[in-house]
């Protein structure tokens, strides 16, 4: 295959493809796994038939398994057949965060705009005098049109131009952000689409936002304009009034943002609260599989661990260690139907619970609590009974109000050859979240190494302090076993804990910056908007401290002028609040999506910046000087 060909996509993508009948051959003499009907955990990929929709697809696949149903009713009971385009399986659940985090820069570009036209807007109206004269001299509205429009496309080149070359900068900082599993991560680059939807952007939105300054500007009452320059304003009621309302709007959006930031931002501070159900900290681990060619027989790959896990226990530093067929927040997983002996259903009624298979010490690795019962220990070997531990979600599910110690179960409901055997519950474990932080903990069910030996395993081990030597310590230990076992991805169990909370993790980080950019921009605006009206009004100003007015009296006319607009533009947000943040509903763990403190906090924030960009100008025109104000009228 290609050098870049990588599926399926996942965190470890596989470089060497093989058949299925090979799989289990050579296992004990079991057979094929393309001969046993209980896999049912493969994902299939198929090309439809050209002109068949998904739909038809569907119904035909429904079709088959009604008679699969009727003709295998131990093992097709409640198996069903469900497809969807092969996109949708590969974006997963970045779909929905990736359409949120586009909407939110959607809002940011739509707050630059409202601020950038409220700039021009203001330019504008400093130029009334001038546009007057252009009319007077016979300009067309056109031509006064296509002249400001030129100028703001002008300006939204230049933007896009610079926003660009950040874009370049940072887009490898921003891959160090990104989930490992976002597909085709490694594809993200400016290109030629890129580049023309830049340029496309930068003059839309340059034009845009330059439209309702150059249609206002365009329409000038020439006696009008030269009146108001020659009294020192040149703004009328309207335009104060159309500006005023684009801060609202600035307003309403950076409202918006900050109630879904905080929302995903406490949603990530909540989900990293959640205990896992065990200590990923000071704890290394690592794949290894052992040859088929070597290792054929269970006995052979019992012994092998054994001898690695004694051997890996006495190494300088390590506290203990332990191996397990696949380990927490790794994205693995693998279920079996049981059945209950003291409770037998039939197979197809059969209910379903995750199966690891571990070593002793495997909990006490992991630091998970043995709430009843005791753990796995040494002597649990292929000669003893068949025991199991099960999870405390397990218990309260299968055995509510009564004691599962002493319990027999059998997964996959008997003891078949290549089935793990019946074994009697000997002890209960807290809860482990095996696939997300997100997700309740299922049912589980631990069975002990010795009793059900597999080939592959995910070694544990937890060292004292600094665990970067055991790579090194495990590679040795292995050449002193067998120097034909490779040991491969060899990470910290952190790892895959920050891992699981990665794409929360980005979308509070990245909504939390667009919230900013929007927040300052909403400051920008307001200040803009009052810093102009101070102008504006200097000789008004200038008339009050005159007849009397104090200072103070000044500053919280013009702050509660500013204010008025913020408190209307919260009073929409809130609107636009409720109706929005629901979306964010399925992106939230643990919060609602109408938090009231939430809500709360991001008002005040938004408020005491908002306050702050009316009193910058307040105290500005609290130092004109009535003497120069009225000079220079």
């Not at 078949?416 to 002890?427: K, L, Q």
Request: proline share 6%; hydrophobic share 50%; net charge positive.
């Amino acid at each position: 295959m290609p050098p870049r060909f990588s599926f399926p996509i996942g965190d470890f993508p596989p470089e060497i493809w093989t058949t299925m009948p090979i799989l289990r051959e050579s296992n004990d003499g079991l057979r094929p796994m393309t001969e046993e009907r209980g896999n049912d955990f493969l994902k299939c990929v198929a090309r439809l038939k050209p002109n068949m929709s998904i739909q038809q697809a569907q119904a035909n696949f429904d079709t088959i398994s009604a008679a699969l149903r009727q003709q295998y009713p131990d093992s097709n009971a409640n198996v069903g057949i469900k497809i969807w385009p092969l996109k949708t399986a590969m974006v997963g659940d970045a779909h929905a965060a990736l359409v949120m985090l586009a909407a939110m820069a959607g809002c940011v570009l739509l707050v630059a705009c409202v601020n950038v036209a409220n700039l021009l807007l203001a330019r504008s109206l400093s130029r009334q005098r001038e546009i007057s004269v252009r009319v007077a001299l016979g300009a067309g509205r056109w031509q006064i049109i296509r002249q400001l429009l030129g100028e703001s496309a002008l300006l939204g080149a230049c933007g896009g131009i610079a926003g660009l070359l950040l874009a370049i900068w940072g887009l490898d900082a921003l891959k160090t952000f990104l989930p490992a599993n976002i597909p085709r991560i490694e594809q993200i680059a400016p290109d030629t689409h890129v580049l023309i939807f830049t340029a496309f952007v930068s003059l839309l939105v340059g034009a845009l936002a330059g439209l309702l300054p150059a249609w206002r500007a365009s329409h000038p009452n020439i006696a009008n304009s030269l009146n108001d320059a020659s009294r020192g304003s040149s703004e009328g009621a309207r335009g104060r009034r159309t500006r005023a309302a684009l801060v609202v709007v600035e307003i309403v959006l950076a409202l918006v943002l900050l109630a879904s930031a905080g929302l995903l931002g406490e949603s990530f501070l909540r989900l990293q609260r959640v205990r896992p159900g065990f200590d990923p900290a000071n704890v290394v681990t690592a794949r290894i599989a052992l040859p088929d060619s070597s290792y054929s027989k269970t006995a052979q790959a019992a012994e092998f661990f054994r001898k690695l896990l004694a051997r890996v226990s006495t190494l300088p530093g390590v506290n203990s260690a332990a191996a397990a067929w696949w380990i927490p927040l790794s994205g693995s997983e693998i279920a079996f139907n049981f059945d209950i002996q003291q409770h037998p259903l039939p197979k197809s009624e059969q209910p379903i619970a995750q199966v690891n298979v571990v070593t002793h010490d495997y909990f006490k690795t992991l630091r998970t609590k043995v709430a009843r019962g005791r753990d796995f220990n040494a002597r649990d070997d292929n000669n003893a009974p068949k025991v199991m531990i099960v999870s405390e979600a397990f218990a309260k599910q299968f055995f509510p109000g009564e004691d599962p110690i002493g319990k027999r179960i059998a997964p996959n409901g008997s003891p078949e050859s290549g089935d793990p055997p019946v074994g009697e519950i000997v002890g209960v474990v807290e809860d482990i979240h095996l696939i997300s932080l997100r997700d309740a903990p299922k049912p589980q069910i631990y069975i002990p190494h010795e009793q059900f030996p597999v080939q592959s395993l995910m070694m544990l081990v937890r060292t004292q302090d600094d665990p970067r030597f055991v790579g090194s310590a495990l590679r040795d230990a292995l050449n002193e076993i067998d120097k034909d076992v490779p040991v491969y991805r060899v990470r910290p169990l952190t790892d895959y804990v920050s891992q699981s909370v990665a794409q929360p993790r980005l979308n509070a980080l990245l909504v939390s910056l667009f919230a900013l950019i929007a927040l300052l921009l909403a400051a920008a605006g307001i200040f803009g908007v009052m810093s102009y009206s101070v102008t504006q009004r200097t000789q008004e100003i200038g008339i009050r401290f005159a007849l009397g007015a104090q200072r103070g009296e000044v500053m919280r006319l013009i702050v509660s002028q500013g204010m008025r607009l913020v408190l209307i533009g919260v009073a929409l947000g809130f609107v636009g609040i409720f109706a929005l943040t629901r979306l964010l509903q399925s992106l939230l763990f643990g919060i609602g999506a109408t938090d009231l403190t939430t809500m709360l906090c991001v008002t005040i924030i938004l408020g005491l910046i908002a306050f702050v960009a009316c009193w910058l100008p307040a105290m500005r025109a609290s130092r004109v000087d009535p003497i120069i104000a009225l000079r220079s009228e």
